[in-house]
C-alpha cells in the first residue's frame, strides 16, 4: 500500500520474503518468479529490482507519453483505454491536484516535471576557479550529515563546503558523499576545514548524531585544527538541532532555489557529490522525497538554520587629499 512504500521496515520485509523465503524455496533448476506490480518512489522494491538489471523486465504504461495530441497517442491497449479516457483521468488529476497519481498508477512513474518541487532550471552553475581563485571575495561555510555504516545499504555521510559571497549567493564548492565510517569523516572534515577555514561548521546532535560534538573537539586538540561549531536549537551549545519534518526544513530553502541563491560548478558535473545531489533534487516532490536517500538535501536544508555574515562589499570610496578623508566618489560636473 501507499502507506507501506513509506516504511522501511516494511519494505524490508516484502525484500526478505522475495530474495529470501520465496527464492530459496524453489526449485534449483526449474523454477520462475514474476513479479508485476506499480512503483511507489525510488525505495520501492519493485522499482529497485527494475533498476538492479537482475530481472527480465517489461515495462507497460497505458500510453507512451501524455499529455498529447490524438494523432500522436500510443496506448499499450488501446482498444480499451482509449485516447479519451486517458484524457478524461488526465483532466480529472489536474483539476483534483492529483497528477502524481496519475502518472504513478497509469503511467509508471514516479515523478513528473508538475510533481518535481525544484525544476533544472531553478539550479545555477557557475565556474569554480573563479571561487578558488578568489578566497578572500567570499565567507566559507560547512555542512554535514554523518552516517555510521559504510554498508551498500546504508545512507551517505554528506559533507558540503559552501562560499557565500556578499550578494547572498550559496554556492557549492567542494566536499564528500561517500559510505564511510566515522574515522573517514573525521579525517575529511579536518581536510576540509584546514583548506578553507570556514566561519561555521553546522554538525546535527539528534539521534545517533549527538556524540559527534565532543568527538570533534576533542580531535581539535589532537590536530591542533580549530574552527566554529554552529549552534541552533540547543541552548545556545555547539550542534545544530533541527525541526524533525524534513519536508519542512527543505521547504525554507525552496525560494533560494527560485530566485537564483544556490550555485553548482560546472567542472563537477560529473563528481558523484554533484550526481547525487541533482538526482535527489529532482526526485523532490511537492508531497515528499521520492529518492532513495536525501542526505545531500540535509546539507542544503541545513543553510537555513546557519548564521551566516556577508563578507565586505568592494570598496568605492577615494582619498581626498585636500581634507584628509576618504569618501564617495562624485563624478558629475558642473
Not at 524490508?12 to 520474503?17: F, G, L, S, Y
Not at 504513478?104 to 539550479?123: A, F, N, W
Not at 561548521?201 to 545517533?208: M, N, Y
Not at 560529473?270 to 536517500?293: R, T, W, Y
Request: charged share 25%; proline share 5%; with cysteine.
Amino acid at each position: 500500500s501507499d502507506e507501506d512504500a513509506r516504511s522501511a521496515t516494511v519494505i524490508a520485509a516484502i525484500e526478505d520474503t522475495v530474495y529470501k523465503a520465496v527464492n530459496f524455496a524453489l526449485h534449483p533448476r526449474k523454477n520462475m518468479i514474476i513479479w508485476s506490480g506499480t512503483p511507489f518512489n525510488a525505495k520501492d522494491p519493485l522499482y529497485k529490482a527494475v533498476e538492479s538489471g537482475a530481472w527480465e523486465v517489461n515495462v507497460f504504461p497505458v500510453c507512451e507519453r501524455f499529455p498529447c495530441e490524438p494523432s500522436d497517442f500510443r496506448g499499450s491497449w488501446a482498444d480499451r483505454f482509449t485516447y479519451d479516457y486517458v484524457k478524461a483521468q488526465y483532466d480529472s488529476a489536474v483539476k483534483l491536484g492529483k497528477v502524481d497519481t496519475f502518472n504513478q498508477e497509469l503511467m509508471l512513474r514516479i515523478m513528473s516535471d508538475e510533481d518535481r518541487l525544484i525544476m533544472d532550471h531553478d539550479i545555477s552553475w557557475y565556474k569554480r576557479g573563479s571561487v578558488v581563485n578568489n578566497k578572500n571575495l567570499f565567507n566559507f561555510y560547512i555542512t554535514t550529515d554523518f552516517a555510521t555504516s559504510e554498508k551498500t545499504s546504508a545512507d551517505f555521510s554528506v559533507i558540503s563546503v559552501w562560499a557565500y559571497n556578499n550578494n547572498g549567493d550559496w554556492l557549492w564548492v567542494d566536499g564528500v558523499c561517500k559510505r564511510q565510517l566515522m574515522d573517514a569523516n573525521i579525517n575529511d572534515l579536518f581536510r576540509l576545514a584546514q583548506e578553507y577555514r570556514p566561519q561555521q561548521v553546522g554538525i546535527e546532535v539528534t539521534g545517533q548524531q549527538g556524540g559527534f560534538i565532543q568527538w570533534v573537539q576533542d580531535q581539535m586538540l589532537q590536530r591542533n585544527i580549530y574552527f566554529p561549531l554552529a549552534s541552533e536549537g540547543n541552548n545556545s551549545r555547539p550542534g545544530i538541532r533541527p525541526n524533525t519534518n524534513k519536508m519542512v526544513r527543505f521547504n525554507i530553502v525552496v525560494p533560494w532555489f527560485k530566485t537564483g541563491k544556490i550555485w553548482f560548478p560546472n567542472e563537477k558535473k560529473s563528481d558523484p557529490c554533484i550526481k547525487e545531489a541533482l538526482n535527489e533534487l529532482q526526485l523532490v516532490s511537492k508531497k515528499g522525497f521520492k529518492s532513495k536517500h536525501d542526505d545531500f538535501i540535509d546539507t542544503i536544508s541545513m543553510l537555513s538554520v546557519m548564521n551566516p555574515w556577508k563578507p565586505s562589499e568592494p570598496s568605492t570610496l577615494e582619498y581626498n587629499a585636500d581634507v584628509g578623508v576618504w569618501e564617495d566618489v562624485d563624478y558629475e560636473s558642473e
